[in-house]
Every structure is written in C-alpha cells, then in structure tokens.
C-alpha cells in the first residue's frame, strides 16, 4: 500500500517535549520534498516545516522555529517532527505530507495542557 502513517503524538504538558514520526510505504520516499501540517479546531490547515528530499533544506513556520526541528532517514523511510518547548497554541492534528506525491497521512493528535 501507498502510505503515510504518523505516530507519537498525545498529551503533554506546556514546555514539554514531543516527537512525532511518519512512516512511509510503498513510494520512492527518498526521491520527495516531506512536510509536516497541523491544524487546530476550527482553523485552516497550516505548514509547520519542511524537508527536501536529500535532507539538506529545512524550513519552518516563525511560530515553531528554534523549538522544532524537522528531519528524515532516508534509510528507515521515516521523517520526524522533534517538537520541544511546547506551548498551548502547539495544540492540533498534525499531518504528515509527501508534496511532490500528494499523499497525506491522517494525523496524530497533539495536546499541550496543564
């Protein structure tokens, strides 16, 4: 099957640390862009980070960098999101995309709350 699968989310507490992975099957995952969504109740869907396919150009929204950080193994067919400090606003469904593929997962919840 051609997939995306994320895990890792849950509950966390404000300041708290979280890593997200997804897991990719059945596609040439080496060969795309992977990117990192979230989206919070009632709000559009938004990008969070990026990463090309060679793992050589990251990017991230304003509101997560120097708290995310954005990575793949290449080797595993595996991309993560490392998330720390969290904050309550970091609440959201997040969603693993391969752009060049048009493939979505569907989501893993994260809650950041005391």
């Known amino acids: 099957q051609v997939q995306l699968v994320e895990s890792g989310g849950g509950l966390v507490q404000p300041g708290g640390s979280l890593r997200l992975s997804c897991a990719a099957s059945?596609?040439?995952?080496?060969?795309?862009?992977m990117s990192w969504y979230r989206q919070a109740p009632g709000k559009e869907r938004e990008l969070v980070a990026s990463?090309?396919?060679?793992?050589?150009?990251?990017k991230y929204e304003e509101a997560v960098k120097g708290r995310f950080t954005i990575s793949r193994d290449n080797t595993k067919n595996v991309v993560y999101l490392q998330m720390n400090s969290l904050k309550p606003e970091d609440t959201a469904v997040y969603y693993c995309?391969?752009?060049?593929?048009?493939?979505w997962g569907l989501g893993t919840q994260v809650t950041v709350s005391s």
């Open positions: 990463i090309s396919s060679i793992g050589d150009v990251t």
């Open positions: 059945g596609f040439a995952f080496g060969l795309w862009t």
């Open positions: 995309n391969a752009v060049e593929r048009h493939l």
